[in-house]
Antibody, heavy 123, light 110 residues
Framework: EVQLLESGGGLVQPGGSLRLSCAVS????????MNWVRQAPGKGLEWVSD????????YYADSVKGRFTISRDNSKNTLYLQMNSLRAEDTALYYC????????????????WGQGTMVTVSS | QSALTQPASVSGSPGQSITISCTGT?????????VSWYQQHPGKAPKLLIY???NRPSGVSNRFSGSKSGNTASLTISGLQAEDEADYYC??????????FGGGTKLTVL
């Protein structure tokens, strides 16, 4: 069974840091690009970041560029999101999501989603 | 990249058909056939309904269909059922080489 399991969320003060993890099982992790998508409380979905299957190529939304870093460890089947200089507007449920096709990276087509991990930035 | 424009809410009665629009620009919806749609029930993760404008993943009901004309994509749900009540989001690839979501539409089944 394909499964994505996020962890690492919590309460952090403005300016602080947090690292999210997404443990993957059920498919060949290294073959697929992976993404982070977030959803602020009561709000819509916002794409955050993408990383290629090898980890050699990354993309970020302008809202997080320079503050967040996406990475992956294919030997551990795990995706990460290092979040620095956190702001109140980063408060959201963070989902990891698998790209549906090897050929459709950055197309916004995500066929498998985790259940999300909540990040709250507040003093 | 600005979010794609969706109506905040739509409604319909059981058995009816409804359409949700998703309006962008020639730099996203109008420029590429990479429009996808997601359904999200309260407290749940989004579920892929439509990809590449018109394609349904295996297991998704054929009551859901997608289309596109110019800079506007549409999701049509036919034979509306109570379980279809949810939030719906469109997504498109953009000229920035990144995807962008729509603001979301709340579907109410009357």
């Amino acid at each position: 069974e394909v499964q994505l399991l996020e962890s690492g969320g919590g309460l952090v003060q403005p300016g602080g840091s947090l690292r999210l993890s997404c443990a993957v099982s059920g498919f060949t992790f290294s073959s697929y690009a992976m993404n982070w998508v977030r959803q602020a409380p009561g709000k819509g979905l916002e794409w955050v970041s993408d990383i290629s299957g090898s980890g050699g190529s990354t993309y970020y939304a302008d809202s997080v560029k320079g503050r967040f870093t996406i990475s992956r460890d294919n030997s551990k089947n795990t995706l990460y999101l290092q979040m620095n200089s956190l702001r109140a507007e980063d408060t959201a449920l963070y989902y990891c999501a698998k790209v549906r096709s090897i050929l459709e990276r950055l197309s916004g087509v995500f066929d498998i989603w985790g259940q999300g991990t909540m990040v709250t930035v507040s003093s | 990249q600005s979010a794609l424009t969706q109506p905040a809410s739509v409604s319909g009665s059981p058995g009816q058909s409804i359409t949700i629009s998703c309006t962008g620009t020639s730099s996203d919806v109008g420029g590429y056939n990479y429009v996808s749609w997601y359904q999200q029930h309260p407290g749940k993760a989004p579920k892929l309904l439509i990809y590449d404008v018109i394609n349904r993943p295996s297991g998704v009901s054929n009551r859901f269909s997608g289309s596109k004309s110019g800079n506007t994509a549409s999701l049509t749900i036919s034979g509306l059922q109570a379980e279809d009540e949810a939030d719906y989001y469109c997504n498109s690839y953009t000229s920035n080489s990144t995807p962008v979501f729509g603001g979301g539409t709340k579907l109410t089944v009357l």
